[in-house]
């Protein structure tokens, strides 16, 4: 498998997860009263339970296929396993922003207490793992596959 097609399955699994989470877990309504009467912090998308939890299933099929692969190819060596610094916050972040999605647009009555509390406490989570992720892979990035010459200098120093 070419490069591609690890970004390609990379792009799956960190794709996949937020829409996963999002269409399986449905609208989070509060049960008793029409839609209608419910206060919103924010508006839902006009999408039916329906079509996001086909959405969802067909986005949990892709995530799981594109983790299986990246592991497949990670155990194999074809890919690095230090991108997994990457993959793993990214990955979520996106279970965050799915599952934060559907708590942002339950409707209550009055007050969503549950979106407040994410705003405050998820936002920075949320902007802690995108920053580590962009880090850890402009780092990777710029360095490399590492220290070609590190191996022979450990080999060196072992008398090797």
């Known amino acids: ?3 591609r097609g690890i970004v390609a399955a990379g792009a799956a699994l960190v794709g996949g997860v937020p829409v996963a989470a999002w269409g399986l877990m449905g609208q989070q309504n509060y049960a008793g009263l029409p839609a209608s ?3 919103y912090a924010f ?3 006009d999408i039916g339970d329906g079509v996001a939890a086909v959405a969802g299933g067909i986005a949990l ?3 799981v296929a594109g983790g299986v692969v990246l592991v497949r190819r990670s155990l194999r060596g074809a890919m690095d396993q230090r991108w ?3 993959l793993g916050p990214l990955v979520a972040l996106g279970l965050m922003a799915g599952v934060g999605w ?3 647009t339950a409707g209550g009555i009055g007050a969503n207490i549950g979106a407040g509390l994410l705003i405050i406490f998820g936002t920075p989570i949320a902007a802690g793992l995108l920053l580590w992720s962009l880090a850890w ?3 990777l990035a710029t360095q490399g596959r590492g220290h070609e010459g590190g191996a022979e200098l450990g080999a060196a120093s072992r008398g090797v």
């Open 1 to 3: 498998m070419t490069n």
């Open 37 to 39: 009467e419910l206060d």
């Open 43 to 45: 508006q839902p998308w």
């Open 61 to 63: 099929v892709l995530a």
């Open 84 to 86: 997994w610094g990457v």
């Open 102 to 104: 559907r708590i942002l």
């Open 137 to 139: 892979a402009f780092w």
